[in-house]
């Protein structure tokens, strides 16, 4: 039992530094109140360190820059390679396994040991893997690294378990699969080819063995050699030399012929009775031109030559081979079945494919029923069953990109009903026209875990396209799609007035969201400043969109300036603070007029009918001013209790009731504070302005100009809310500017015809590495970090000018709030962008004199301040729908270090406090007079018990580099703990695990955290992933359970785990990727078909390639190397103190096993000698009175 003692509010704001190094929090003006008499809080917190531990879980989505391909025929399990050296297995529904090379190389080849149960991968950096797949995490069993050639090509033989490897110097290798060495017998390049060439073949591209004699090898060489090598005779049996490149060689069942691709788009057949020609060459896409020549085509780069038992026609499927004078032709795959060529034109280039057959050996009749095409970015299987060649409709979710992603959300417990529902909504616009036959991958098994509940993803993309994913125990699948773009009528190429230049652009490219599964309300934050309600209905609709339109701008005073005419100060319109929709103010005849008090995009203003599902209800939009783009939106939070919007940026923030459609609140940030500005940021006077501009030129030389960095805007990159591009863009101001000015230069590098926003970055695209800047240049890293990740615009007031003095010294003299300021303390007066970083709805506290909670609305800056803005809001239906609302802030500021990014709240027994929500109900029915439906609302305080509320409550509040615990309504800080001092907190939430809660953190340099709550005590500390690019830090996201996910790649997603338990009742979760399954038997030949075949039934090539007739390979040309999961890494990890609990468990039952076979055999002789005894005292008995004479 851990007791928490409130501090007095006295000590708290008197004191310049806490424990904590950080801003003591004091009442809104920073004078001392009175205090409350102390008493204890007694929270039992039961989350320990080893309730966690990092483990990831499951990946979505398509494996990124895929390289290689693989089947096996009898387990049904396909294996996808990638050039970042991950290996994608595949089964049925659920089945679902990535592995990952440590070294990273790209994958050159996969090869199933058909139904063994493991796999052999060829990567890049010439070494050859062994993966045990046998168990539901695959481990490496053995791995080979070649020293002195480049792998090319591998072939492994059905149930053989020697490995054939070309490599780029023509040779050919052998490796046993068992012990994953080399065999002394080599296959060399110059006795491959004839003495007489004087030329190189090239590499091996080609290696397979005739299917009617083992004992011959077909190698290929990339020259257009081809050589057909006699592994017993260890001779070359015949040559062929061929004008063109080969790219690939496919043989027909019986051996008797074979069919080779070659560069210049033909296809060439050969028969083993003649080998001097080929008896065939075929162009299937070339025609015959004027002068009889074959027009030229690009390369054939794969073929395969199947034939089916019911028709006497054989199926050539290749890809490649188009002409090349038919420019922007997309990729395709050809499949010829007799006379009959049919031609599929893919969307992405094509890397490789496969045609799957019914029977895993070569020499029967393959009856082919399906291709597997593997695209750059999409996976394609083309039933060949039928004659039109549907596709499989693919059960995987292999279409998260399908429009870049640009933000993700996480939602673990959902509602039980909500999955469903839009399951039921989203089937009615699937595609239709897909195979009826069941998907062909459908190896392994999988079943639903125990430990399940309700989980959905949100993905947002490029196009303003958004997608529920059901994310159920760690499958995925695709429930529901939205598109935001139909709200908007479509930009027209002449409308200059609006956005004519953004036509070629993302303009509705999604940024955040903002979901309440229990009410079924959803918000959108758009790229182009704008936001999007929508209410989920089961039935269709024809309605209006509602529209509101915001003048949200911060217009200080500029910071340099030339001319003491400009130090007028400029606040926003007082109309902004009226409950009334604001309309457009008429434009004046400046320049810039046509851009003045428009939105950036036209909402449909006709009535438009809605199909089931999300329906758009109203878009708030911010508008251009003078001339000026509006800023992007950072912060959003909606609340259906409240019937409230709150969206806020870096000019300031605006509260709109979405149930009367009205504007409640529109001010810039500054506004807000009213007189408890702890800045004291103050209208300037001419006199002050020279102060500012005298302390600019104290900075360092190599220091660019605070000001001039804050009038960096961003763009379209946002991290959890935050601006992160480095774009610069000039700061809207409320007037022109005088060009001649010290900002003349940026403001001619965007004037008002440029469009407000580059194309949308998504997170998918964000490879960028982030750069870091050495402490000579006066920053430390994490400033140049910042830059990337959240925008100069927004650095919060920790970081400026860092090489003047210490944080320590900034802090005392902040917290004395002097009006003599240092120059450069004075650069936070010049501050003009503080940025809205975060929003909550909650029943709080909006004063220390409240007894009550009310609604509130706790606001985050930039500059880690934290406000509490109060509402009074009716609690009558009827006077909800009538009566205005009423915000009013109070003035209320809490401080931290950095930008704050994060609001949680617990009672004063430790729970989990959540916001306020309304029951969902489907406005579309109509109302019953009799019994009209009322609104439900839950935890909202006017119908909940204040018993337990009226004691106040805990308030967490997380910066990106400290966490502080707040008791309110005193808003005595109880605890605090910094918790980075090198990096900084990219994201943070307070989260459910174990039945209790803590807040979870991931920082700028990989690092996942985990602290107790309230105590704020750390519990985990792992540097799980380095931040290689802003992907990761855009799309992070934690949830309930103990889960979280990353986009880690364009095109997937990586779950992940902090919670043991679910570490532990992983292996229950996920799929079995092996199951046993009797081998089909080879078809009995017949004694004449098999008489005539030759003796392929007799070749064991453990006479040919073992050491006892091979030898040894040299040692210096490959190198074993024992895998973890081999029986070496079980004896080495067998090493450690496991290992010898285990081995004395071992002898202690192997000793009490001898002791009871050393006491059942004492039994047995104790018996043995009784039963002695008995018959001796018979026979003496029977003796006794006989005479000698009588024996």
Known sequence: MKKFRKVLDGLTTSSPVNPGGSPACGSAAGTPSAAPTPREIEIQETLMSEHFQICKTVRHGFPYQPTA???????????????SGGVRLLGRPGVDCHCQHESGAAVLQLQFLINEGALVTACADDTLHLWNLRQRRPAILHSLKFNRERITFCHLPFQSKWLYVGTERGNTHIVNIESFVLSGYVIMWNKAIELSTKTHPGPVVHLSDSPKDEGKLLIGFESGTIVMWDLRAKRADFRIYYDEAIHSVSWHHEGR?????????????????????????????GKTQRDGRKESCKPILKVEYKTSRNSSEAFVVFSGGLSYDKAGRRPTLTIMHGKAITVLEMDYPIVDFLVLCDTPYLNEVQEPYAVVVLLEKDFVVVDLTQSNFPIFENPYPMDIHESPVTCTAYFADCPPDIIPVLYSIGAKHKKTGYSHKEWPVSGGTWTVGSQTYPEIIVTGHADGSIKFWDATAITLQMLYKLKTSKVFEKPKSGDVGRSGELVEEDPYAVQMISWCPQSRIFCVVGISAHVILYRFSKHDTNTTITSLEVRLQCEMEDVISPSDTENTPCFSD???????????????????????????????????????????????????????????????????????????????????????????????????????????????????????????????????????????????????????????????????????????????????????????????CMEVSLPVSSLTEGYPSRRAMLQQLHGVSMYSHDEHHITTYSWSERESRENSFSRSRSSSVSSIDRETKEAVTTLQFMESYGRKSDTLPTPCLWVGTSLGLVLIIPMSIPTDEQERQEDPVTVAPTGTVLMLKGSILRFGFLDCGGALIHSPYEVWRDQQVPDDPDRPRKRKLVNFSP?????????????????????????????????????????????????????????????ANGHIMTLSLPSLRPLLDVAYLPLTDMRIARTFCFT?????????????????????????NLQEMLGELFTPIETPEAQNRGFLKGFFSGNAQNFDREELFGEAAAGKASRSLAQHIPGQGGMEGMKAAAGGVVGELARARIALDERGQRLGELEERTALMMTSAETFSKHAHELMLKCKDKKWYQF
């Not at 018990?945 to 008791?967: M, N, P, T, W, Y």
Request: charged share 15%.
């Open 69 to 83: 391909l693989a089947f096996d025929p009898v387990q049904k399990i396909l294996a996808v390679g990638s050039r």
């Open 257 to 285: 012929q074979f069919m080779c691709s070659h560069s210049d788009g033909s296809l060439s057949m050969w028969n083993m009775r003649n080998t001097a020609k080929p008896f065939q060459v075929t162009f299937p896409h």
């Open 574 to 764: 007082p109309s902004g603070l009226s409950p009334q929709p604001q309309p457009p103010s008429p434009r004046s005849n400046t320049p810039d007029s046509a851009r003045d008090s428009i939105s950036c995009l036209k909402v449909k203003d006709r009535m438009i009918r809605m199909p089931p599902g999300y329906q758009a209800e109203l878009v708030v939009q911010l508008l251009w001013i003078d001339g000026e783009p509006p800023q992007q939106i950072t912060s959003l939070d909606l609340n259906s209790a409240y019937g409230l919007l709150a969206l806020g940026n870096c000019n300031g923030l605006a509260v709109v009731d979405y149930l009367q459609k009205t504007v409640l609140l529109c001010m810039n940030t500054l506004e807000l504070y009213g007189s408890a500005d702890p800045f004291q940021r103050l209208t300037r006077s001419p006199r002050k302005n020279r102060q500012s501009t005298s302390g600019l030129t104290e900075l360092s030389d190599n220091q660019v100009s605070l000001d001039l960095e804050r009038s960096k805007s961003p763009t379209s990159d946002h991290v959890n809310g935050h601006c992160t591009s480095p774009t610069s863009q000039p700061c809207p101001s409320g007037r022109a500017r005088v060009p001649g000015g010290p900002e003349g230069p940026r403001l001619a590098r965007r004037g008002p015809g440029r469009p407000p926003f580059r194309k949308a970055q998504s997170a998918a």
């Open 943 to 1003: 119908s909940s018990s204040q018993e337990a509320s009226g004691d106040g409550h805990l308030a967490i509040v997380c910066s990106e580099r400290q966490a502080k615990v707040f008791l309110m309504p005193s808003q005595a800080c109880l605890y605090v703990h910094n918790i980075t001092e090198s990096s900084f907190v990219l994201r943070a939430d307070v989260v459910s695990v174990c039945n209790s809660v803590c807040l979870a953190c991931f920082c």
């Open 1040 to 1064: 309930n359970g103990g889960q979280a996910l990353y986009l880690c790649s364009p095109t997937e997603i990586q779950r992940i785990t902090y919670s043991q338990e679910m570490c532990d």
